[in-house]
């Protein structure tokens, strides 16, 4: 592979700290040397160099928790679109729900996305298997052979271990393969039949509500279970309530093995945006109350939030262009995750590189990839971006199959203008 230099960089390593202006080198896949300070072209015909014009050079994106599509459910997504919009959107590893069809709970079908993923050589995908069995919550997946075969953690996409006994045992059988459970809070005994957030809306709207609680609960479970263990590695899917931020406050505090996430969703947007049945609004969990979404970012800035994930959960126009209490739940959001998270840092709430750190090396910390940081040796996944870039988002430009944006028609500030991945530049796409 031909070396490349990107020169004239605002270089952001959230790893280091590194905030500076500089050149990257890359050779063979790799960063081999990072430079302060100099911002010169090479003239050299074996290098191919780039001008970033002061633009922002980071590690690339990690989004954990997309929902691709393949196998089962092509027509919403694929590997091949879900890896365009992702390159897009400055992700340059996707870790892929196991909420296919079949889903994600078999050997084979994780060797299946790895290689396939691998031979579309555009971004990294790594899987996600079941924690149970069929994502029934009845029976233990086949823990060890699935982490041997490559599944990066284990979820049960956007369902709940409701039998306390399974999660007891998930939590003890996990810790033996250091194996990170990712764990959907949601009781589904209180949000059955619920589509939008329990509260003053709902009732104005005639719509069942899913109560704040309904995520508390099954959270304050959990963290009991890891303080009684002492053991088990958790990460706490999509938070979105007050009440559970204090909860994994309080566990961290007790110094337990546990980390969070949200999306952007949940700390832009809250439940009025449902006022007028908006289905395309319309997420799991779903939009909380305003005093939930304003507790979301305290939770980012003191860090008791450790991942920005996009929750990427495709679906057909057909299916989101339904009353309101029959469309499907999901939001496309590779495509926005960077720029929607900017607004926190242009809103000056939360500075640059610590909502980095939540989009890079805090997920690839979480997950033990060699990735998420700007260091001689490590995979040259890179993105360069300009954060105060203006667009409108037009989903239907999405290169994503699935245009159901709550984002759509949106001002935004950042825009991606170069994803790198393993040395190959991959966007722009080449005609």
């Known amino acids: 592979m031909v070396k490349k230099i990107l020169y004239n960089a605002r270089i952001i390593d959230p790893s280091s700290e590194l905030d500076c202006y500089g050149s990257i080198i890359i050779e063979n896949e790799k960063i081999i040397s990072v430079e302060k300070n100099i911002n010169y072209e090479i003239n050299d015909n074996n290098i191919e160099s780039y001008n970033c014009e002061k633009n922002v050079l980071s590690p690339g994106i990690i989004d954990i928790g997309v929902s691709i599509g393949e196998p089962g459910y092509e027509h919403k997504e694929n590997i091949v679109s879900a890896s365009k919009s992702a390159a897009a959107g400055?992700?340059?590893t996707i870790i892929s729900m196991p909420d296919t069809k079949p889903v994600?709970?078999?050997?084979?079908?994780?060797?299946?996305?790895?290689?396939r993923a691998k031979n579309l050589g555009i971004v990294k995908v790594i899987p996600m298997a079941g924690l149970s069995k069929n994502l029934d919550g009845n029976k233990m997946s086949e823990i060890g052979l699935l982490k041997n075969s490559g599944a990066i953690a284990f979820s049960d996409g956007y369902k709940s271990i409701s039998n306390t006994n399974l999660m007891k045992n998930l939590i003890l059988y996990c810790s033996d393969f250091d194996a990170l459970i990712c764990h959907f809070n949601d009781d589904n005994h209180l949000s059955d039949g619920g589509v939008m957030n329990e509260g003053e809306i709902a009732t104005r709207l005639g719509l069942k509500g899913i109560p704040p609680v309904s995520e508390s609960i099954i959270l304050e479970r959990d963290i009991q279970l890891l303080s009684a263990l002492k053991v088990g590695k958790y990460h706490a899917s999509c938070i979105t309530t007050k009440e559970a931020i204090e909860s994994i406050r309080r566990a961290k505090n007790k110094l337990l093995n546990i980390s969070a996430a949200t999306s952007p969703c949940h700390f832009l947007l809250n439940e009025s945006e449902v006022i007028n049945y908006r289905t395309f609004a319309?997420?799991?969990?779903?939009?909380?109350?305003?005093?939930?979404?304003?507790?979301?970012?305290?939770?980012?800035?003191?860090?008791?939030i450790d991942v920005i994930s996009s929750f990427h959960r495709p679906e057909t126009e057909e299916?989101?262009?339904?009353?309101?209490s029959l469309a499907n739940f999901g939001a496309s959001g590779l495509e926005t995750l960077l720029s929607s998270t900017l607004n926190l840092y242009h809103s000056k709430e939360v500075s640059l590189m610590q909502l980095m750190h939540k989009l890079t090396t805090g997920p690839a910390d979480l997950l033990n990839l060699n990735q998420g940081r700007l260091t001689p040796g490590s995979p040259a996944d890179i993105i360069l971006f300009d954060p105060e870039k203006p667009w409108i988002v037009k989903s239907d430009k999405f290169?994503?199959?699935?245009?159901?944006?709550p984002f759509n028609n949106l001002p935004m500030q950042g825009k991606v203008l170069m994803t790198i991945v393993s040395g190959k530049i991959v966007y722009p796409f080449s005609e």
């Not at 994600?104 to 290689?115: K, M, P, S």
């Not at 319309?282 to 008791?304: A, F, H, Y």
């Open 104 to 115: 994600i709970d078999d050997v084979t079908l994780v060797d299946f996305i790895i290689r």
């Open 282 to 304: 319309k997420i799991k969990p779903p939009l909380r109350s305003e005093q939930d979404r304003i507790e979301v970012i305290k939770g980012i800035k003191d860090n008791t």
């Open 319 to 324: 299916n989101k262009r339904l009353p309101f």
């Open 90 to 92: 400055g992700i340059t």
């Open 399 to 405: 290169y994503s199959k699935s245009k159901n944006s």
